[in-house]
């Protein structure tokens, strides 16, 4: 039905930027969040798109340096991290998920996930 497939991760110095991407199926819009878990760590939420792409919502610990985005040609949100520090360093996931919501526990159709690795 749903469909969400990560990509874009790597391994990165200090500072650098990185663009990640979530292709997405399905006939209808929906909301994408980002979120990422770290080695030890619980998943926690980055960053949401509506359907339409006119609204976003943030993180207070990635706002100003991640900004995401949609593509409705493509069928892709993206996220676009600057100036990564090593805390980034984690697996970074997409979902689909209601307006407003930051809960892991209120998203589905989770994405395999990509590796961000940020060396210091």
């Known amino acids: 039905q749903v469909q969400l497939t990560e990509s874009g991760g790597g391994l990165v110095q200090a500072g650098d930027s990185l663009r990640l991407s979530c292709a997405y199926s399905?006939?209808?819009?929906?909301?994408v969040g980002w979120f990422r878990q770290a080695l030890g760590k619980e998943r926690e939420f980055l960053a949401a798109i509506n359907g339409i792409g006119d609204g976003t919502y943030y993180a207070d610990s990635v706002k100003g340096r991640f900004t995401i985005s949609r593509d409705h040609d493509r069928k892709t949100v993206h996220l676009q991290m600057n100036r990564l520090k090593p805390d980034d360093t984690a697996v970074y996931y997409c979902?689909?998920?209601?307006?407003?919501?930051?809960?892991?526990?209120?998203?589905?159709?989770w994405g395999q996930g990509t590796q961000v690795t940020v060396s210091s």
């Open positions: 979902a689909k998920g209601p307006w407003g919501s930051t809960r892991m526990g209120d998203f589905g159709s």
């Open positions: 399905g006939r209808r819009l929906f909301l």
